[in-house]
Structures are given as C-alpha cells and as structure tokens.
C-alpha cells in the first residue's frame, strides 16, 4: 500500500467527507482519495491514534485537508459527536463512508457469542448509526456509501457471520435510498472482493493467496486503491445518478 498520495491534491471543492476506520487498509485509502479529490476528510479511528495521524500527515503534505477524530462507530452517541466535530471544524458534512469493520473467522458451529456480537456491533449497528445519522445530517446533494463485500454472494464456510452482517447492509441501503427519497442524498455500497490488505493476507499460505488470485476474473487480487476509486466516482458529480445499488468492485468474482 503506498504512504503517500500519487500527485498533488486537487482544489478544493468545499465539501466535506467522513470516513470510518481509515487508520489502514481500504478506510485509508479512500481517505487519501476523496483528499486527492478536494474533499475536506475527518477520518476515524477506535484505538490507533498514530496510524490516524499518519495518515492526516500525508494528506495535509499533498495539500489536503484532514482531521483524525477518535469514534467507536458501534455508539450511537459518539457517532452524533461525530458529526457536530466534523461541522465544528469544515462547517457541515457532505459524504460518510461507512468502511469501519472487523471480520472473525469461524464456522456457524463453533462461533461464540463475541465472535457475533463484535460483528453485529461494529459491521452492522455502526453501519445503522452512520446511516440514521448522515440521513439526517448530510447536506444536499449528500452521498451515503458503505462498505458491502462480495463475500456475501459466495457462501463461504466460516465467513457466515461476517457475511450475514454485509447482506444486512445491503439491504438496509436499497431501502433508506428509498426512504431519502427527495432529499438529494444518494445511498450506496460497494463490495469488495479479496483485496491485498494484511488482514487479508497474513497468515495465508502463497497456495492460499494464488486461489485467491484465480477467484477472480483479472487473476490478481484488488488493490486499495481499485475500491478507493469507486468510491471516489460513487462521492463525485458524476456518480450523483447512482441511487440505491451495490455496485461489486471485485474484479468479476460475483
């Protein structure tokens, strides 16, 4: 994953974009896109302050403008404050990515209470609470994006929690696009196949990591900035006529 921004931040457009667990992985670099595309970026974190704060570094180096605020998406409160420090410091909030999550591995048989209840909470309820909060908070012309994951059309043994929680998600997008009708707020998600990230790939043999490469249909694992991307397109002008999908950026997986 690159530390750094590829070209110098774009003007600013004015508009502000929250983006949840962005310390590393995915969360981070649709931070440093939306940055590269002129948004002003409040990008949260639950326990690494020092990742957060690598993170604003790079952005304020290439230009941005970028604040690490420290939220447990899974708290309903602390989202609401979320909100009022992200208009406190840019003067609203135009676009919230939902991309906070943990993924705990384990067959339905032998999962344990906290291996749901972890998952619910941070995957599900925290994707709830942005979405009830930016629902009513985004400006107009506002866009609603949370991470899905083509997981959920697969199947997979030991990902039936985790899957359960992104098919939830899902659903609960196609029907608040419905319900935000005539708002000007736009709801989506975007599901990802296996990506190159360490919580993807530490630990897997190199038998594993090429079975995942052959899921897919370019025979390489998506990068975080093939996500970041669709993002991007999803927070721009130009995605402003997609309304209540889940568009897979997964490389023809699903």
Do not use: C
Not at 228 to 235: G, H, K
């Amino acid at each position: 994953m690159p530390n750094s921004l590829n070209m110098q931040t774009g003007a600013r457009n004015g508009k502000t974009a929250i983006v949840t667990g962005a310390t590393r992985g995915i969360g981070a670099a649709i931070a440093r896109r939306l940055a590269l595309d002129g948004f002003s970026v409040v990008l949260t974190f639950v326990q690494d302050g020092a990742a957060a704060d690598a993170q604003v570094a790079v952005i304020r180096a290439a230009g941005g403008r970028a604040t690490a605020v420290q939220a447990d998406v899974s708290d309903a409160d602390r989202f609401e404050q979320l909100f009022d420090e992200a208009e406190a410091a840019y003067g609203g909030s135009d676009v919230l990515v939902n991309n906070a999550g943990v993924m705990m591995l384990s067959t339905i048989v032998e999962a344990t209470d906290d291996h749901f209840d972890q998952q619910v909470a941070v995957n599900l309820h925290g994707a709830f609470n942005g979405m009830r909060e930016a629902g009513k908070r985004l400006r107009p012309g506002g866009r609603i994006i949370s991470i899905s994951s083509s997981i959920v059309g697969l199947y997979l043994p030991t990902f039936g929690i985790y899957a359960a929680t992104k098919s939830a998600i899902e659903a609960m997008t196609r029907i608040l696009a419905k319900e935000l009708r005539g708002k000007s707020i736009t709801v989506n998600a975007v599901a990802p196949g296996p990506v190159a990230i360490d919580t993807m790939l530490n630990g897997q043999s190199p038998e594993v990591v090429e079975q995942l490469n052959q899921l897919e249909l370019s025979k390489r694992l998506s990068e975080v900035e093939d996500i970041a991307s669709v993002v991007s397109f999803l927070a721009g002008s130009q995605g402003g006529w997609i309304n209540g999908q889940v568009l897979r950026a997964d490389g023809g997986l699903v």
